[in-house]
């Protein structure tokens, strides 16, 4: 009688409360739970559910990558040491090391909705799932690039196609040019699917901008990718790219003071991220004093809030949650600072350099056999 009972309780779950209870769990039981019937196999894999499980409150994840002076001073040739310290859920009280140096090692950018995009070299990138602990070894994307040009530097970022409901990677390559010993007029684009296991060339466009700058801090939201890009007088803009259309735009950044040098460009970053799910911007003055966060809505920019001044200096690292931002302190220590009660914790991590990460479990396949 208890096992009829329980079968039927189950078969009178609406719909959406089986969506809803089931994307509160982590992706593990998820995984398990796929076997259970077709209609929850075919719903852990629905893109809609992905997102709705990926965009819960309360999955968050702190992932920070540190570099430090090894201590042993007889090891000359080991002298610097990186690690990456998680963070296991978003109270950010229980500090875990992970080495994760042999699957990160090189370039690693993201994450882009739970997965790391690695970059072996310009246009050799794999993607890893941290959460599936799934890798795939994308195709080499091989341009076809103009006469005495070469890539200089590369810039990707990921995201989906609200429209195809499929996975891209763009690919922005910037050139050089030998001959004339500057960079090329137009940078290259590339375009790869998920689904097709392929990459396509898209037109160029003019080469205005320096992709080099806070590439870290790329966002994905709601069908769009996002970078802070540097113009050639060092004053900086955002560069929109659409996942569906797959056309570039510049936007123009809040109304904040221009920068006019190179030094000043990187004295004062601007910070991408997401709050109360917009765009958003952290700006810090060329003192790193004092903050700003501006939000896009509707088209044009607000400054929420204002945070400082402080009698320390600090440089943005990241967006946490609400009200809650990730610094660096003069003396290389990373805190958090949060806004609401104007507190300021030490996280316990000090270092030389720092990138943070946002990392959320995911359930996005990079599987190709999944696709």
Not at 64 to 85: A, E, G, H, Q, V
Not at 111 to 131: A, E, M, Q, R
Not at 279 to 292: G, N
Request: aromatic fraction near 14%; charge should be negative; include cysteine.
């Amino acid at each position: 009688m208890v096992r009829e009972i329980r079968a039927t309780s189950l078969g009178d779950l609406s719909d959406d409360m089986t969506t809803e209870t089931l994307s509160r769990l982590p992706v593990k039981s998820l995984i398990r739970f796929k076997c259970v019937c077709k209609s929850w196999c075919d719903l852990v894999k629905d893109p809609n559910f992905i997102y709705r499980h990926l965009n819960r409150d309360d999955n968050m994840r702190l992932m920070i990558y540190c570099t430090y002076k090894n201590p042993d001073d007889r090891d000359p040739f080991d002298d610097l040491i990186t690690y990456f310290s998680v963070f296991p859920d978003r109270t950010l009280t229980d500090l875990h090391l992970q080495d994760l140096e042999p699957i990160m090692k090189g370039i690693h950018i993201g994450p882009y909705d739970g997965i790391f995009c690695l970059l072996k070299s310009h246009t050799l990138i794999n993607l890893w799932n941290v959460s599936l602990n799934e890798y795939r070894v994308v195709p080499e994307c091989g341009p076809c690039l103009p006469c005495h040009t070469k890539t200089h530097y590369a810039n990707v970022a990921l995201g989906l196609d609200p429209v195809t409901n499929d996975f891209k990677l763009v690919l922005i390559l910037t050139l050089w040019n030998d001959q004339r010993d500057s960079f090329h007029d137009f940078s290259h684009v590339a375009v790869y699917n998920f689904s097709t296991n392929s990459w396509r060339d898209l037109e160029g466009f003019e080469m205005r901008f320096d992709y080099m700058v806070d590439r870290i801090y790329n966002v994905y939201l709601n069908g769009f990718c996002y970078w802070v890009v540097c113009r050639p007088d060092y004053s900086k803009a955002i560069l929109s790219f659409s996942m569906s259309d797959e056309v570039f735009q510049e936007m123009e950044g809040p109304s904040v003071p221009q920068t006019t040098t190179y030094y000043q460009s990187v004295k004062t970053p601007w910070t991408l991220g997401t709050y109360d799910d917009h765009l958003s911007l952290l700006y810090s003055d060329k003192f790193a004093h004092s903050f700003e966060l501006w939000i896009l809505r509707g088209g044009s920019w607000t400054k929420h809030l204002t945070f400082g001044p402080f009698i320390e200096t600090y440089q943005p690292l990241g967006f946490w949650r609400k009200g809650e931002f990730l610094l660096e302190s003069s003396d290389k220590r990373v805190v958090l600072y949060d806004s609401r009660y104007q507190e300021i914790r030490d996280l316990g991590i000090t270092g030389l350099w720092f990138s943070v990460h946002i990392f959320k479990e995911s359930l996005i396949t990079v599987k190709e056999y999944d696709m």
